[in-house]
């Protein structure tokens, strides 16, 4: 998809008329290479290649406005009651991110209210509107200090209609949505509803994915601390298979349609001989197979290493009649078979039937890698997106997604981060490094199924 200046252009609620608390701190800023001034934009691209393509002038080239405090605000800061709402999956951080938006909606703006809405969206509707958090700087000071959210989350369908209601009705008139793309889906579609009723509401999204796989954002905050985590099951399943004659270590990972989680922590280990993802489609039968290569790997090294992401091989399941075709969660998301109880099952027998014993180590860690607390740097990461999600916010942004792009702090209109998923690209250099890590590289890709 070609995207042009215009498509990146955020909604602004109308004119920015209040002095905001941070004008004196910004009236010298101008842009620097740590610094991006507010007039000035961040490139959509960052090759040679791909703006000489534009055939643009810089000022035309698709860009993003950069986030962060500006001079002049829309909202009156004693005016505003902020409302939070965290959906969908967990996410190490979340707690992080409400703690930063409570905490700079309260310290640098002075905004008296803070309403959490409980357990996601659900929290908006007519029957749990009333029952909400009271968010203070009291109440977040030691929130990240545990995984999960404070506020619940949920998945399942609501009325966009009922949910502005519960704005009216609460008084807010600045929502942070912190979601995966459900959550962005469900607050665009509040933001238009909003806006079909001419109504002064601001909706922010801080976009969260464990699976990494929102677009137009670097890496989705918590992500590094749930691979981390994972990380560690891969080394168990390492040790327990090197030290199991005819070993198999078999790590399945979250990661329904993308396979970042599988790529990353199997990189941080570099113990994994073979790493499965739902974007490279594999064989099990025949001599480029996955069955056979096991085999060669046990035969060889004596043991062998999976890692394989939920999402991959369904089509496999799909053939065997172990796939319910279309099911789906009470979010609309698609429900997985169980590729590493197949792996277990196919591998056992094939190993055993070419003479060998082997002794299979399966760890499915689930929800193990997504309750953590965030590690520092994901703290970090999440305390700098509530601030730019807060000034977004402050100066009438609305429909509109913070995220960090190639290392700055950006506003995306809504629509775009739902617009497709983000994938490891097979041809891209991700995937390059997991085959030269498990030793695939400069071979025939193996595992690859021409389709
Ligand atoms: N296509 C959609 N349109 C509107 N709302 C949606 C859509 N998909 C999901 N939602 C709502 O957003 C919330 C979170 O979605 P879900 O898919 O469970 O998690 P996530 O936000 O992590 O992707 C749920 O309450 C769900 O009903
Ligand atoms: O059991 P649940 O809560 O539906 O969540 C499981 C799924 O959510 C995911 O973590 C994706 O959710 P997010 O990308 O929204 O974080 C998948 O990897 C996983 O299969
Ligand atoms: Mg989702």
Same mark, same amino acid.
């Given at each position: 998809?070609?995207?042009?200046?215009?498509?990146?252009?955020?909604?602004?609620?109308?004119?920015?008329?209040?002095?905001?608390?941070?004008?004196?701190?910004?009236?010298?800023?101008?842009?620097?290479?740590?610094?991006?001034?507010?007039?000035?934009?961040?490139?959509?691209?960052?090759?040679?290649?791909?703006?000489?393509?534009?055939?643009?002038?810089?000022?035309?080239?698709?860009?993003?406005?950069?986030?962060?405090?500006?001079?002049?605000?829309? !909202?009156?800061?004693?005016?505003?009651?902020?409302?939070?709402?965290?959906?969908?999956?967990?996410?190490?951080?979340?707690?992080?991110?409400?703690?930063?938006?409570?905490?700079?909606?309260?310290?640098?703006?002075?905004?008296?209210?803070?309403?959490?809405?409980?357990?996601?969206?659900?929290?908006?509707?007519?029957?749990?509107?009333?029952?909400?958090?009271?968010?203070?700087?009291?109440?977040?000071?030691?929130?990240?200090?545990?995984?999960?959210?404070?506020?619940?989350?949920?998945?399942?369908?609501?009325?966009?209609?009922?949910?502005?209601?519960?704005?009216?009705?609460?008084?807010?008139?600045?929502?942070?949505?912190?979601?995966?793309?459900?959550?962005?889906?469900?607050?665009?579609?509040?933001?238009?509803?909003?806006?079909?009723?001419?109504?002064?509401?601001?909706?922010?999204?801080?976009?969260?994915?464990?699976?990494?796989?929102?677009?137009?954002?670097?890496?989705?905050? /918590?992500?590094?601390?749930?691979?981390?985590?994972?990380?560690? !099951?891969?080394?168990?399943?390492?040790?327990?298979?090197?030290?199991?004659?005819?070993?198999?270590?078999?790590?399945?990972?979250?990661?329904?349609?993308?396979?970042?989680?599988?790529?990353?922590?199997?990189?941080?280990?570099?113990?994994?001989?073979?790493?499965?993802?739902?974007?490279?489609?594999?064989?099990?039968?025949?001599?480029?197979?996955?069955?056979?290569?096991?085999?060669?790997?046990?035969?060889?090294?004596?043991?062998?290493?999976?890692?394989?992401?939920?999402?991959?091989?369904?089509?496999?399941?799909?053939?065997?009649?172990?796939?319910? /075709?279309?099911?789906?969660?009470?979010?609309?998301?698609?429900?997985?078979?169980?590729?590493?109880?197949?792996?277990?099952? #196919?591998? #056992?027998?094939?190993?055993?039937?070419? /003479?060998?014993?082997?002794?299979?180590?399966?760890?499915?860690?689930?929800?193990?890698?997504?309750?953590?607390?965030?590690?520092?740097?994901?703290?970090?990461?999440?305390?700098?997106?509530?601030?730019?999600?807060?000034?977004?916010?402050?100066?009438?942004?609305?429909?509109?997604?913070?995220?960090?792009?190639?290392?700055?702090?950006?506003?995306?209109?809504?629509?775009?981060?739902?617009?497709?998923?983000?994938?490891?690209?097979?041809?891209?250099?991700?995937?390059?490094?997991?085959?030269?890590?498990?030793?695939?590289?400069?071979?025939?890709?193996?595992?690859?199924?021409?389709?």
């Amino acid at each position: 998809m070609t995207l042009h200046l215009d498509d990146l252009r955020v909604r602004h609620l109308g004119e920015c008329r209040h002095d905001s608390p941070l004008s004196a701190m910004l009236a010298a800023k101008r842009t620097s290479p740590h610094y991006v001034a507010e007039g000035d934009r961040v490139l959509l691209e960052d090759t040679v290649s791909m703006l000489a393509e534009h055939g643009l002038p810089p000022e035309d080239l698709p860009s993003f406005e950069a986030a962060g405090p500006r001079r002049k605000i829309y !909202f009156d800061p004693a005016q505003v009651t902020a409302g939070i709402v965290t959906c969908g999956g967990l996410c190490p951080g979340l707690n992080d991110v409400i703690r930063g938006l409570v905490q700079e909606l309260t310290v640098q703006y002075d905004v008296k209210r803070i309403v959490g809405f409980r357990n996601g969206l659900r929290g908006l509707t007519a029957r749990h509107r009333d029952d909400t958090i009271e968010l203070t700087p009291d109440r977040v000071r030691d929130i990240h200090n545990a995984g999960g959210t404070i506020l619940g989350s949920s998945r399942g369908a609501q009325d966009a209609e009922e949910m502005v209601d519960s704005l009216l009705l609460r008084g807010i008139n600045v929502l942070f949505v912190i979601g995966g793309d459900g959550g962005m889906n469900a607050a665009t579609n509040l933001a238009a509803a909003i806006r079909a009723r001419g109504l002064d509401i601001a909706v922010i999204g801080v976009p969260k994915t464990i699976d990494n796989d929102l677009p137009y954002t670097d890496q989705s905050f /918590g992500f590094q601390s749930a691979f981390a985590q994972a990380a560690n !099951f891969i080394s168990s399943v390492s040790i327990e298979a090197a030290a199991s004659p005819d070993g198999i270590g078999i790590v399945k990972l979250m990661g329904r349609h993308s396979g970042f989680i599988a790529c990353y922590a199997s990189l941080a280990r570099n113990a994994a001989d073979i790493v499965l993802i739902p974007e490279v489609p594999f064989a099990l039968e025949g001599e480029d197979g996955l069955l056979a290569r096991v085999e060669r790997h046990v035969r060889s090294k004596g043991f062998v290493v999976i890692v394989v992401a939920e999402g991959a091989g369904q089509d496999l399941l799909a053939e065997r009649g172990l796939l319910e /075709g279309g099911a789906t969660d009470a979010s609309g998301n698609a429900k997985l078979g169980d590729i590493g109880g197949l792996l277990r099952e #196919t591998i #056992t027998a094939h190993l055993t039937a070419a /003479g060998l014993a082997p002794t299979v180590r399966y760890i499915d860690p689930s929800y193990a890698i997504r309750s953590v607390t965030a590690n520092a740097y994901d703290s970090v990461y999440c305390l700098r997106l509530a601030h730019a999600a807060v000034h977004a916010a402050m100066a009438g942004r609305t429909e509109t997604a913070v995220v960090r792009w190639r290392r700055r702090f950006v506003h995306v209109p809504m629509p775009l981060i739902i617009s497709h998923r983000n994938q490891v690209d097979p041809d891209g250099d991700l995937w390059m490094s997991v085959l030269e890590a498990t030793g695939h590289l400069g071979q025939q890709q193996p595992l690859l199924v021409e389709r």
